[in-house]
C-alpha cells in the first residue's frame, strides 16, 4: 500500500517541477526582452533629427535608437526634406564627396559608397543625392543643422 501512494506522490512532483520551470522560463524571456534594442525606420528617424535640429542652427543628433536598412531600400533628399518638410535642397546625405567640415559631416558619420551603400548625386546638385542599401544593416543615423541645411550621415553598429 505505501508503495501506491509513493508513486501517485512522484507524478505530483513532476508535475509541481514543470510549473516552476515554466515560471523561471517566463521570468527569463521578460528579463531578456529588455536587452533588445528596438530598431527604427531610416525615414521617421531622419525626419525627427531634421525636426529636432531645425530650431537651431549649428545643433546636432544622433539617433537614440538604431535604425536598420535593408537591402534594396533607396531613399532619397527629396523624398526625406518632403517629409520632414523642408527645402529638398537644404538636405544632404554625408558620404565622400559632402565635403562641408567635420562638424557637418565627422569621420564615421557616413554613407559609404560601394561597401554598405550606393550614393548618386552630391550636395547641393539639382537632382538631390540618393542611397541605396547593399545589404542589411544597422547603425545610428546623425542629423547636423549647418545653417539651415540638414546633413545626414550614418554609422554602422
Known sequence: ML??????FDAFKLLIAAVVAGAILV???GMLQGFIIPVGQP???MTQGI???????????VSPQAVK???GD???TDGVADQAGVNKNRVCFCNSTTIDGAKA??????????????VLGKCGGTTGMSIE?????????????????FYIGFKPS
Open 133 to 149: 542599401a547593399l545589404e542589411d544593416i544597422n547603425g545610428k543615423i546623425r542629423v547636423y543643422n549647418k545653417e539651415g541645411t
Open 43 to 45: 525615414m521617421s528617424v
Open 3 to 8: 508503495n501506491e501512494r509513493g508513486q501517485a
Open 69 to 71: 536598412f535593408v537591402k
Open 105 to 118: 559631416c565627422p569621420a564615421g558619420y557616413v554613407f559609404d559608397n560601394g561597401t554598405y551603400f550606393t
Open 51 to 61: 525636426s529636432t535640429t531645425s530650431k537651431a542652427a549649428g545643433s546636432g543628433t
Open 27 to 29: 521570468i527569463i524571456l
Open 74 to 76: 533607396i531613399l532619397s
